[in-house]
């Protein structure tokens, strides 16, 4: 470990978390706003109503505002990929570049063409078409996510591939083993529908304000009524994806899913906690029970969210780093042996084809074989390195599913305020539904972190850590595009709350109530 | 085919034309994409691979050696 630059390894990290995280900003409001807008659009075109083409045509600014400014701010990480992560590019090959193509193909194709009907052809097209238009938008925009997520599923769970020794790269041999695997199939459909509560939240909040001032109620009463019963279905299949989500994370990640939970020792018939603070950070090889400061646990709830028997076994992080016989845990210390054995003999094999020995080329080949599960534990020799952030983990899985919870509650208010007509006499949901809405980006975030600070210090699972992906470059380049970044999406950030903010203020009053 | 060409041009040049926050959104697009492809991707994001290595023999070998050193 001692000849890589950790430092260029940690600002290569957190440029790629800041960008992450900030791109992270806009995508989910545009995922989710496309539907709400199509769900919008569609009533009005079954009632023919006025009112309801204008409140499409008032989300569809607020989504084009989101879009414009956010549209882009991915490719960053593309760059990223190919400047400080240049190791690591090379050695997912094709993997990560096929879903990345086909993905920059839709989004060229969805956005050139039923993005521009949808902005500009309204009385241009018929009133079949636009919807249409808007449904492809919907369904474009989601798509378009599902290879980005499939591609970050894939480092999550590495399958379907074969890794050349003579090129260093891994191969693609079952795309559809990728496209399906179950990491993939739960990580998009948490990541969407998740995506669609923070859009629900977003009409939510903004409707609440105009009722708050007693302004565009009929709009707001209405897209009240639609935001909460899609919140509500969407946080509802939301919690079911993140459950299953939550078992495959235990079955491909269990250091992630033991760290989500600050669980240091493995035990039977595990708690969740449901509410917990460490009072100062464990060390791993002597975990003290006193770290934590008061806990709500649940019984058994843990063993049945990793396994759904409430007795089960889960393996704490202690399990995994000093290994358990009882339960076909390989240590760490073991595995890092291994990954030594793998290093040294992919080495060996490349000297041995350069002099042209073929006996010594396969048997290191053989040697490699065998040990290249665990090829990323040979960078380390402290197996403890091995741990990600666990009160990171630990508070980010927990916000996230806390808020998640709360949403719930404030949809079905929602829903049942809205039908009732009582909305306006509640003005403490109107205040709840306002403020859910920052709450609802801290929930995303939270959600990216969980996923991604908890499968540290992973690029590639099990295979590939951060310290061997990055590229040798100046470290100074690596610091002066982290604040450039820094200060060029918090501009972007600033303007989009600014023009929102003046396209909501500036709506006039109008329609029927 | 000249007629479906000017429909098509015209369905945008009005929808650009009538953009009621157009205006603004433009500049901060085209600000962003400047910065984003012209200050960052040259000056500073460089294919690492590409910009050092001619062939993929060269790259890999490269990335072998970082990954076994």
Redesign the interface.
Known sequence: MEHFNMALVDWSRAQFALTALYHWLFVPLTLGTSFILAIMETIYVKTGKEIWKRITKFWMTLFAINFAIGVATGIILEFEFGTNWSNYSWFVGDIFGAPLAIEGIMAFFMESTFFAVMFFGWNKVSKGFHLTSTWLVAIGSNLSALWILVANAWMQNPVGMHFNPETARNEMVDFWAILFSPTAVNKFLHTISSAYVLSAIFVLGVSAWFLLKKRNEALAKRSMIVAGTFGLIMSIFMVTTGDESARQIFNVQPMKFASMEGLYHGESNAALTAVGFFTKVPKPEDPDANDWGPKIKIPGMLSYLATLDPKAYVPGINDMINGNKAHNIISYYDRIKMGKLAIAALKEFQLAKKAKNDSKAAAALKTFEANYKYFGYGYYDDPHKLIPDVPLTFYSFHIMVGLGTLFIFIFLFAVIYGVKGKLTQKRWLLYVALWAIPFAYLAQEAGWMVAEFGRQPWVVQDYMPTLSAVSNIDQTSVIITFFLFAVVFTVLLIAEVKIMLNQIKQLKDGGQQ | MTKLIKKVFY??Y???R????GK???V??LI??F??FVI??LF???????TNFKT?QQ???Y??E????
């Open positions: 369905f945008y009005d929808g650009f009538n953009m009621t926050v603004r959104l433009w901060i697009v962003k994409l910065i984003i960052f991707k500073f994001f460089h294919d690492f691979l590409k993929d790259r890999s070998d990335v072998i970082q990954l076994t050193k």
